[in-house]
């Protein structure tokens, strides 16, 4: 079942309608697309800074910022917790209406939603996709100095003894960094709930745990740990593509070259509040398209190792209604769908 995981690459010409007509006042509510933008932007990132939401967020108020495609400014906010599942609930319900609030999103908006432990009473459905942006994979980290060389190292000091092994990331038990770590070892035929996995809120704090020995091993993305590998702190033993990646990891094996037939590819993208007008609808849906085509967009892709993967909001809802259903597959293999 997890043979193609790639299918994991969980994943805006946006409807075309009559602006909403009505509006409300305070900076928040509904808008008509001839007022539409009228305030400043809030972009979220639901998580601490330095991980791929945290990037993503910023190059797309960078890019809109610097362009003019938007002339209000975009502010980034870091609302961190749960693996993003605290925001999701305030987005869900106290922003619903809020056509100023924006969030950047990944697999964990599906995952969050069907797993038992930690389970998130909201999923995608919450929310008006407006577009899919990029495509990013997963990566096995260890120290610089670590004695494991090797993904089948790491498999093999598991084996040995699971308890020994901390395997950390940036999400909730369950959630996209576990399930990148555990793939390796469901696949090896180790029982993946005997892997000892402790959570961090964002990339970074997890890539701290690592540098600063509570953690033997890390699931991230392989575009945020890029730095970390030109700092000369950390060595990627695998990475879950479909081939060997460029940059900075051109040198590392993939997954299957490391004797594990899978693959895992993380989407990112942007959502808007679920009950958005569709004058913002509108505007998002022509924005992002322009955006993803400006210099500026493209050197935010080279500079964070992303790969460009656009979807308008009609193909990225599709998208993430096949993925849903890859992802309680993928949960019931682990035991841990709800």
Same mark, same amino acid.
């Given at each position: /079942?997890?043979?193609?995981?790639?299918?994991?690459?969980?994943?805006?010409?946006?409807?075309?309608?009559?602006?909403?007509?009505?509006?409300?006042?305070?900076?928040?509510? @509904?808008?008509?697309? %001839?007022?539409?933008?009228?305030? =400043?932007?809030?972009?979220?990132?639901?998580?601490?800074?330095?991980?791929?939401?945290?990037?993503? $967020? !910023?190059?797309?108020? @960078?890019? /809109? =910022?610097?362009?003019?495609?938007?002339?209000?400014?975009?502010?980034?906010?870091? @609302?961190?917790? #749960?693996?993003?599942?605290?925001?999701?609930?305030?987005?869900?319900?106290?922003?619903?209406?809020?056509?100023?609030?924006?969030?950047?999103?990944?697999?964990?908006?599906?995952?969050?939603?069907?797993?038992?432990?930690?389970?998130?009473?909201?999923? *995608?459905?919450?929310?008006?996709?407006?577009?899919?942006?990029? !495509?990013?994979?997963?990566?096995?980290?260890?120290?610089?100095?670590?004695?494991?060389?090797?993904?089948?190292?790491?498999?093999?000091?598991?084996?040995?003894? %699971?308890?020994?092994?901390?395997?950390?990331?940036?999400?909730?038990?369950?959630?996209?960094?576990?399930?990148?770590?555990?793939?390796?070892?469901?696949?090896?035929?180790?029982?993946?709930?005997?892997?000892?996995?402790?959570?961090?809120?964002?990339? #970074?704090?997890?890539?701290?745990?690592?540098?600063?020995?509570? $953690?033997?091993?890390?699931?991230?993305?392989?575009?945020?740990?890029?730095?970390?590998?030109?700092?000369?702190?950390? &060595?990627?033993?695998?990475?879950?593509?479909?081939? &060997?990646?460029? +940059?900075?990891?051109?040198?590392?094996?993939?997954?299957?070259?490391? #004797?594990?037939?899978?693959?895992?590819?993380?989407? &990112?993208?942007?959502?808007?509040?679920?009950? /958005?007008?569709? +004058? $913002?609808?509108?505007?998002?849906?022509?924005?992002?398209?322009?955006?993803?085509?400006?210099?500026?967009?493209?050197?935010?892709?080279?500079?964070?190792?992303?790969? %460009?993967? *656009? &979807?308008?909001?009609?193909?990225?809802?599709?998208?993430?209604?096949?993925?849903?259903?890859?992802?309680?597959?993928?949960?019931?293999?682990?035991? /841990?769908? @709800?």
């Amino acid at each position: /079942m997890w043979k193609k995981i790639t299918s994991i690459a969980f994943a805006a010409s946006l409807a075309v309608g009559l602006a909403a007509c009505s509006s409300e006042e305070g900076g928040e509510g @509904k808008a008509g697309a %001839s007022e539409y933008p009228k305030n =400043n932007i809030t972009l979220v990132a639901p998580s601490g800074a330095g991980g791929g939401w945290d990037l993503t $967020a !910023r190059s797309i108020a @960078k890019t /809109m =910022n610097d362009t003019k495609l938007i002339e209000k400014p975009i502010t980034v906010e870091n @609302k961190p917790g #749960g693996g993003g599942a605290v925001y999701m609930a305030e987005f869900a319900t106290k922003e619903a209406k809020n056509d100023y609030a924006l969030m950047v999103k990944s697999p964990p908006i599906l995952i969050n939603n069907n797993k038992a432990e930690g389970n998130s009473p909201y999923g *995608y459905k919450d929310t008006t996709p407006l577009a899919q942006l990029t !495509r990013d994979y997963g990566a096995i980290v260890v120290k610089n100095d670590s004695d494991f060389k090797t993904l089948q190292d790491v498999l093999d000091a598991i084996k040995a003894d %699971s308890k020994a092994v901390t395997l950390a990331g940036g999400s909730a038990p369950g959630s996209m960094d576990h399930l990148v770590g555990v793939l390796p070892a469901f696949e090896a035929g180790i029982d993946p709930k005997t892997v000892k996995y402790v959570s961090y809120d964002g990339g #970074g704090e997890a890539v701290a745990a690592l540098l600063g020995g509570n $953690a033997d091993v890390i699931a991230t993305d392989a575009s945020t740990i890029a730095t970390y590998v030109k700092s000369g702190d950390v &060595r990627v033993l695998a990475v879950s593509s479909t081939e &060997r990646l460029e +940059g900075d990891l051109a040198d590392v094996p993939t997954f299957k070259e490391s #004797g594990i037939d899978a693959e895992f590819t993380i989407w &990112r993208g942007i959502f808007g509040p679920k009950e /958005m007008s569709e +004058g $913002a609808k509108n505007y998002w849906s022509e924005k992002l398209s322009e955006m993803v085509e400006t210099e500026e967009w493209k050197a935010e892709l080279t500079k964070n190792g992303w790969a %460009s993967e *656009y &979807r308008n909001a009609e193909d990225f809802t599709k998208y993430l209604e096949d993925q849903d259903k890859v992802i309680v597959e993928l949960l019931t293999a682990l035991g /841990m769908q @709800k």
